[in-house]
């Protein structure tokens, strides 16, 4: 998690427990121990916060959650200056492939990878035969960024090629890729329709296996 400081940029609590357990030091492990308490009393409330939310959802007859929606409009109109509006085809293209350029280069180096690759060298030690399931890109939010499908089509293929070096079957359902039916917006994690096609795949798997 240190490695990826954004994952802890929410959380003062978790950033300083996380600081302190990879450093190591001794009284960084007394510092740990002392705000511990304080991490099980914030997961509690969270647990709390959820269980609420999800008691509203219930009895609301499957409504979404009435402050969830709630979201600040700012009323002021962006000026109207015809400079800004006056952006060429051309410099949106040079954005465009900067940003695929980057994209392709931070799914090559990234150390993830190697992890992966470890967790299948060890499944294959094991003699364990999985399935790889992997949630499709969030589509929508990476046309907003300027990734291309075309770009994010890298990780697919690498994905795809990692697992048949181990001859594990691997489901990413790439086709929803952008597919505002299949994920969450901007969050990263499957709607109803999304664990059914997840729930669909694990027990054809069982069924096959068996």
């Not at 992966?116 to 499944?123: A, D, G, I, V």
């Not at 359902?173 to 917006?185: K, R, S, T």
């Amino acid at each position: 998690m240190s490695q990826f400081p954004d994952t802890l940029a929410k959380s003062a609590l978790l950033q300083l427990a996380a600081a302190c357990l990879a450093s190591g030091h001794p009284l960084d492990r007394i510092v740990l121990m002392t705000i511990w308490p304080l991490g099980k009393l914030q997961n509690t409330v969270f647990d709390l916060q959820d269980h609420f939310e999800a008691l509203i959802y219930i009895l609301g007859g499957g409504r979404p959650v009435p402050w969830r929606g709630l979201r600040i409009v700012n009323s002021r109109k962006a000026p109207t200056d015809e400079r800004q509006q006056a952006v060429t085809t051309e410099s949106l293209g040079a954005t465009g492939s900067a940003r695929d350029a980057a994209f392709r280069a931070r799914i090559a180096a990234t150390s993830e990878w190697i992890d992966l690759e470890l967790l299948f060298r060890t499944l294959t030690a094991l003699r364990v035969k999985p399935l790889i399931l992997s949630l499709p890109i969030d589509g929508t939010l990476y046309d907003a960024r300027g990734v291309s499908r075309s770009a994010r089509q890298v990780y697919y293929d690498r994905m795809s090629e990692l697992a048949q070096r181990y001859h594990f079957p691997l489901l990413q359902f790439e086709d929803h890729d952008a597919d505002p039916a299949f994920l969450i917006a901007h969050r990263e994690h499957p709607t109803p329709k999304g664990w059914m096609y997840y729930d669909r795949a694990l027990d054809d798997f069982f069924h096959k296996t068996k």
